[in-house]
């Protein structure tokens, strides 16, 4: 059964720094997602990293994957106010078409 | 704006009662996902159809239940609701149902309230 366990769960930075959020997942997944949800709201597509060593660039923002352990991280660069929200990674089942959540890391940029 | 319509956006009920949530996904997506968001239990995908037929399911209550219909559109049907079914309710849709993964577009949710 895939598991998707992500941390930190909770990240408070200030604007201009850089850090990353790590998603590691049990089994081998068919793609890793990475989503934003803001407060209240739907989730919005971020990534979908589909193989090895895939690395994917938007903005501030950067995701990669290593499958070989089971990892994905999200990168953010020089953070600003507007990124704060909850990010969330999902694994795909394989064959099957179900995601599987992390449990999301609350991410608040401070001025 | 992802293409995937709920309704309603919030639904305030009690306890015992029973609810529809409607979705219609994207022009063109075949598959409907749902999902329910709850505080304790996270994210968990609920059950998949794709062009009607029930194609994958996950943790979804004896309670719950759901259909495609011929128009694509879904519904996700709760009955005898309890306190902990409060949640919000995603439906996400695709192209593809099974084989190659596509990705999911996730409509804005119902909420909903049992009191």
């Known amino acids: 059964e895939l598991k998707v366990e992500q941390n930190p769960l909770f990240l408070s930075m200030q604007e201009g720094k850089n850090y990353t959020i790590y998603c590691n997942y049990s089994t081998t997944s068919d793609r890793l997602y990475w989503y934003r949800q803001d407060p209240g709201k739907s989730l919005e597509s971020l990534f979908v990293l589909l193989s090895n060593g895939a690395v994917k660039q938007e903005g501030r923002l950067m995701a990669s994957l290593d499958t070989k352990a089971r990892l994905s991280t999200l990168h953010i660069t020089a953070a600003v106010h507007d990124l704060s929200a909850t990010y969330f990674c999902?694994?795909?089942?394989?064959?099957?078409?179900?995601?599987?959540f992390g449990q999301g890391t609350r991410l608040t940029i401070n001025p | 704006d992802s293409g995937v319509t709920q309704t309603p956006k919030h639904l305030i009920t009690a306890t015992g009662q029973r609810v529809t949530l409607r979705c219609s996904p994207r022009?063109?997506?075949?598959?409907v996902y749902w999902y329910q968001q709850s505080l304790d239990q996270g994210l968990q995908f609920l059950i998949q159809y794709y062009n009607g037929e029930e194609r994958a399911k996950g943790n979804i209550l004896e309670r719950f239940s759901a259909q495609q219909f011929p128009d694509l559109h879904s519904e996700l049907n709760l009955s005898s609701l309890e306190l902990g079914d409060s949640a919000l309710y995603f439906c996400?849709?695709?192209?593809?149902?099974?084989?190659?993964?596509?990705?999911?577009?996730f409509g804005p949710g119902t909420r909903l309230t049992v009191t």
């Open positions: 022009s063109g997506d075949l598959s």
């Open positions: 999902a694994g795909l089942i394989q064959g099957a078409q179900k995601l599987v």
């Open positions: 996400a849709s695709s192209v593809a149902g099974q084989g190659v993964p596509y990705e999911q577009y």
